[in-house]
């Protein structure tokens, strides 16, 4: 995922420019639900994570099934 202008975003292609992190679906729903991604962006507004949200709710893969190329 990276942090584009205020909003998480899912980057699963890695192409997106931004800050970028990765994170365990169960470990990310709850950084959205508690704000938490402002401080790991480095951010000083609250971040809108609801676009990452959908994506690991409709997406099956977690963290630990992806192989880095």
Known sequence: ?????????????RSLSGRGAWVHRKCAV???????????FRQSEPLDGSQLLIYLTNYETDAKDMTLT
């Open 1 to 13: 995922m990276v942090c584009v202008d205020g909003k998480v975003l899912p980057d699963p292609k």
């Open 30 to 40: 709850r950084a959205v639900e508690r704000g938490a991604f402002r401080w790991s």
